[in-house]
């Protein structure tokens, strides 16, 4: 677990989800094991979104769940790698402002 962490904290903003999904690829085989990782990431996802209106951590739930799916999908790694790159520039125009 730690050395799935570093290697996530280790590569370049913006590429992390791609390489780790990539990295998985090349270890797993795909078949069932990808469709109960795909259908726990989904799960993990659901939870965060009731979380966001009940009590509860809702964003970092649905956090994990989309790092989660990312793992074996393509589309979601991207799609986190986009909006790692949107929050990093947001919280930079925040920081200037102050």
Do not use: C, Y
């Amino acid at each position: 677990m730690k050395e799935r962490w570093r290697a996530l904290r280790s590569a370049p903003p913006g590429e992390r989800f791609q390489q780790r999904f990539h990295a998985r690829r090349l270890v797993r085989k795909r078949g069932l094991s990808r469709v109960l990782a795909i259908f726990g990431g989904t799960a993990v996802l659901v939870a965060g979104a009731v979380m966001l209106v009940a009590p509860g951590p809702g964003i970092l739930v649905l956090a994990l769940g989309a790092a989660l799916v990312a793992e074996e999908s393509l589309w979601m790694a991207r799609l986190l790698d986009r909006s790692e790159l949107r929050i990093r520039n947001l919280i930079s125009a925040l920081r200037k402002k102050v």
